[in-house]
């Protein structure tokens, strides 16, 4: 079965367009929380041969791979990425690395390259760096930088239920393979961050949400922090095929919201910043309270209370949840979130 689920990962795959080798994907800045106060950070994608596991075979929710150079980018090129960059992150406290694969993977970023960044980071003042990281690639030799920023690793965990990973989202990380690598980036002197998923493809709503409370309440004595991550529609995934056919549907802004009410005691900051929030690629309701939710998310990471609105659209929600025992999938009716206002159409 899971040669099969490959070939549909796979299956669903285009090769990456062409892109300028000496470009970064994107730099932005966002707000963050560094030692309790409110900063700007600086954030950069680094164009990058990419995730090996994607090369192989590929998680179903991800097209990350879109921005990717197959074959990989020279160290030549890199520096010219980075050169504009460091640019970005003048006078930035905090900075955010991330390549569409794995910083700490030398075979995709080069560690002599890495070593470098670390140490004009660390000379520009930035004081503290969050990279990403397949888990197997978490060791002390791919973190020894020298004079660096204080390192905060993410770690994509996904699910903690060993079916969801296997069969719903196609990752082969076993539990043990997690906190080995949790435990390798704090014996080194980092942080950790865990991604957990909400609602990947096959789980209906009410599951989605107890297993992304599972998740995290498992994840938390072995990290510093938890990141939700509501699945989003990637162009060219399995996720945007049964999108498309209708056999899924993005994770409601509500179920976000109790993702984070239900996991406010466990000890560790958790939070939520939903990819394409608000629009129907994204975790989204109604329409009508959409807005006030999403920035209610970002108060929340920022520091504030749990996020709230009122909208009819909420009992719709539960309602839905309440047919979690009988719902096959992760679909619902076109139009229901809406109340079917202006016929069944989103």
């Known amino acids: 079965m899971a040669d099969v689920f490959a070939e549909f ?16 994907v994107a730099t932005w800045t966002e707000r963050e929380v560094l030692d309790g106060a409110e900063v700007e950070a600086g954030v950069a994608i680094l164009r990058t041969r990419g995730c090996y596991w994607s090369i192989r075979e590929g998680c179903a929710m991800c097209g990350y791979f879109n921005d990717t150079v197959p074959g990989g980018v020279s160290t030549e090129a890199l520096l010219a990425q980075w050169a504009q960059v460091m640019r970005h992150l003048d006078g930035k406290r905090y900075a955010k690395i991330y390549t569409s ?26 004081e503290k760096v969050l990279v990403e990281s397949l888990p197997e690639f978490v060791h002390a030799r791919h973190m020894d930088y ?24 196609n990752k082969r990380l076993k539990w043990d393979g997690f906190t080995r690598s949790c435990a390798n980036a704090r014996d080194a002197g980092a942080s950790v961050k865990a991604y957990v998923l909400l609602k990947p493809p096959f ?6 949400i107890d297993d992304a409370v599972a998740s995290v ?10 990141s ?16 498309k056919r209708g056999e899924w549907s993005a994770p409601w802004l509500w179920s976000v919201a109790e993702v984070l009410r239900r996991t406010a005691d466990c000890g560790v ?9 608000g629009t129907q690629r994204g975790a989204h309701n109604c329409g009508t309270c959409d807005r006030t939710l999403l920035d ?3 108060a929340h990471r920022l520091g504030g209370g749990m996020p709230a609105a009122a909208c009819d659209c909420r009992g719709r929600w539960k309602a839905l949840l309440a047919q979690g025992g009988v719902r096959r999938d992760g679909a619902e009716p076109h139009g229901y979130r809406r109340g079917f206002r202006a016929g069944r159409g989103f």
């Open 269 to 277: 900051r958790v939070y939520s910043d939903p990819t394409g929030g």
């Open 228 to 243: 939700i991550n509501p699945v989003n529609v990637q162009r060219h995934t399995v996720v945007e095929r049964l999108w």
């Open 101 to 126: 694969g794995s910083f700490l993977d030398p075979t995709e970023v080069p560690l002599d390259f890495a070593a470098q960044a670390m140490a004009e980071m660390h000379a520009a003042g930035v």
């Open 296 to 298: 209610g998310l970002t």
């Open 146 to 169: 020298g004079a660096a920023p204080a390192l905060e690793v993410a770690i994509g965990l996904e699910s903690a239920t060993p079916l969801v990973l296997d069969k719903c989202v």
């Open 217 to 226: 309440e498992r994840a938390a004595p072995h990290v510093d922090k938890v």
């Open 203 to 208: 789980l209906n709503e009410a599951q989605a």
């Open 9 to 24: 990962v796979n299956g669903a795959k285009q090769e990456p367009p062409a892109h300028p080798l000496d470009q970064p």
